[in-house]
């Protein structure tokens, strides 16, 4: 079992930077792909990226390709989530997830059998 806390979240002005990071419990990080949601208010939650145990392979939704990086530290137990050129559509609640079942990177909410509590990013114009 593990156990997920984020932090890094905020309030940014659009075109900032933001880095959220997700600090795991536990001795078998590094068995676990690694996924980053979000949840705005009204909406459902939606895959943002994800990185394989490796770190060797990573996927990101198509809204922030470009924009946001997705990296981990096994020796740390610590997933990162760079976000660049923020956008007012960015605010939401994000969460990391964590899973050791699926093969490869998934995307799905159901996908993933972890989760921390989110933090708050919120972007103004």
């Known amino acids: 079992q593990v156990q997920l806390v984020e932090s890094g979240g905020g309030l940014v002005q659009a075109g900032g930077s933001l880095r959220l990071s997700c600090a795991a419990s536990?001795?078998?990080?590094?068995?676990?792909?690694m996924g980053w949601f979000r949840q705005a208010p009204g909406k459902e939650r939606e895959f943002v990226t994800g990185?394989?145990?490796?770190?060797?392979?990573?996927v990101y939704a198509d809204f922030v390709k470009g924009r946001f990086s997705i990296s981990r530290d096994n020796a740390k137990n610590t997933v990162y989530l760079q976000m660049n050129s923020l956008k007012p559509e960015d605010t939401a609640v994000y969460y990391c997830?964590?899973?050791?079942?699926?093969?490869?990177?998934?995307?799905?909410?159901?996908?993933?059998?972890?989760w921390g509590r989110g933090t708050q990013v919120t972007v103004s114009s």
């Open positions: 997830a964590a899973e050791n079942i699926r093969r490869g990177v998934p995307t799905g909410v159901y996908d993933y059998n972890y």
């Open positions: 536990g001795r078998t990080f590094n068995t676990y792909d």
């Open positions: 990185i394989s145990w490796s770190g060797g392979s990573t």
